[in-house]
């Protein structure tokens, strides 16, 4: 998986899309969102079979689950973002959804159960340039440092440059145009 801090920087990209005075919830919100698939690495402390929907990279990656997880969100977040319900749950679910696609890059772990609960079987896209992530205090190792770089060019860099082509694009379009 990708370290929780890249799942963070591209759940807060991805909520920037909405259009509220709340910047800083609705970006706290996307981040959160984003991470929160990762809750199921408890299922190997309560001994889920590697290959079970309820362990790592099971259920909680599903799009059924991001779908579930998107509309409560929506809901409880609507009125103070001042958004409606609907188009919240629908961008959320995005989010929460962006966990396990990119999971899916990753070359190694159990592959992401995406049809859960209706189907157990898990996949890797057929690229996988992203560097499976150690777990805990692994990332400070010699691999740790080399996940990171995988990330940072696949991941956080091309976020970067996309929020920024954005950004100016919006700004084009504002400006008035004249000679």
Do not use: Q
Not at 140 to 154: D, I, N, Y
Request: charged content about 10%.
């Amino acid at each position: 998986m990708p370290t929780i801090m890249t799942h963070a920087v591209v759940g807060a990209a991805l909520a920037s899309a909405v259009r509220t005075p709340r910047r800083g919830l609705v970006l706290a919100v996307g981040a959160g969102l984003a991470m929160l698939p990762d809750v199921d690495v408890v299922g190997f402390a309560l001994g889920a079979f590697a290959d079970s929907i309820w362990n790592h990279r099971g259920i909680t990656h599903s799009v059924f689950a991001a779908c579930v997880i998107g509309l409560a969100a929506g809901l409880a977040t609507s009125r103070p973002l001042g958004v409606a319900w609907w188009k919240l749950a629908a961008w959320f679910a995005v989010i929460t959804a962006s966990h396990g696609v990119l999971d899916a890059f990753t070359n190694g772990g159990f592959g992401i159960a995406f049809g859960a609960p209706f189907s157990a079987e898990r996949y890797f896209f057929a690229w996988t340039p992203i560097e499976v992530s150690p777990l805990g205090l692994g990332i400070l190792s010699r691999r740790g440092v080399s996940v990171l770089a995988s990330e940072a060019r696949f991941v956080v860099l091309p976020t970067v440059v996309i929020l920024i082509a954005v950004g100016v694009a919006r700004r084009a379009m504002r400006a008035p145009l004249g000679v």
